[in-house]
């Protein structure tokens, strides 16, 4: 499949569409302390009031901000990856509600190109945030799966995931994705989950969530910067609004390979 291959209604699409879907503003005249801290506890579970609160502390220390303005920028950036990830399942026709959600699963299908990405609509434990893995080649990839887990790689029939799934590619060069890819595998695997999404951006981090693995394969393998609106946490939907990244399939299908007695041949 060419790399040149696009999706030509999706960002026409999404664009119209998007006009349609709110941006819930965090004011503090109206949320309190408490209340911005229940919700980081709500949208990361596993995560404790005082996780949050010294979390938040150590990210005031280094901005100069108040504790309140540190949380309610979290939550700012809590709510934009929700709204990303709802903007791009309206753009693919597959936008989700509780009263009428499409659960399909399907298996992973191969990349265009070693160090493409994909993104699914995932949730844990009935928090919609998304996840996002890197292609370690044309079909396995390099992920951190998710609490009490360690990151690994796994071939691309091996990993299931959500109808509204999207593949995408960058705008750097083969050899910047190549050295991307390979930091991911050869440097990021078999490392803890990081419960903190809202402060991911410590290139020396030991624990990793997902979008954190594939921000410090970027950042440390190609020299390039993919959380799509800055501040102290990079989201999986993020990295699909930055600027150099753009989706190259959606996936709708499990892959003919893996249909396959011996998918990997």
Known sequence: MSRTHR?????????????F?????????????HELINEIV????????????????????????????????IVKEIRQNARYRDETLAEIRLLQTKSNANNESVQLPTSYNKGDMFLTPASTLGVEHGHIGIYGGYNWIVEAQGPGKLSRWAWNCEVVVQKGTVLMETTCTQDQQNAAADYAYFNLVDRPYNLYFWDNKNLDSYDLNCSQLVWIAYMKGAGVDLDGNGGSGVFPYDIKESTYTKVNWVVETAPDSCKRKDPYQ
């Open 42 to 73: 709500r949208t990361n579970p596993g995560t404790t009031e005082h996780m949050v609160i010294e979390s938040a502390d150590k990210i005031a220390e280094r901005t100069g901000k108040t504790r309140e303005e540190t949380l309610q920028d």
């Open 7 to 19: 999706l030509g209604l999706f960002i026409v699409v999404g664009i119209a569409l998007s006009l």
């Open 21 to 33: 879907i709110p941006t819930i503003p965090v004011q503090a005249s109206s949320v309190t302390e």
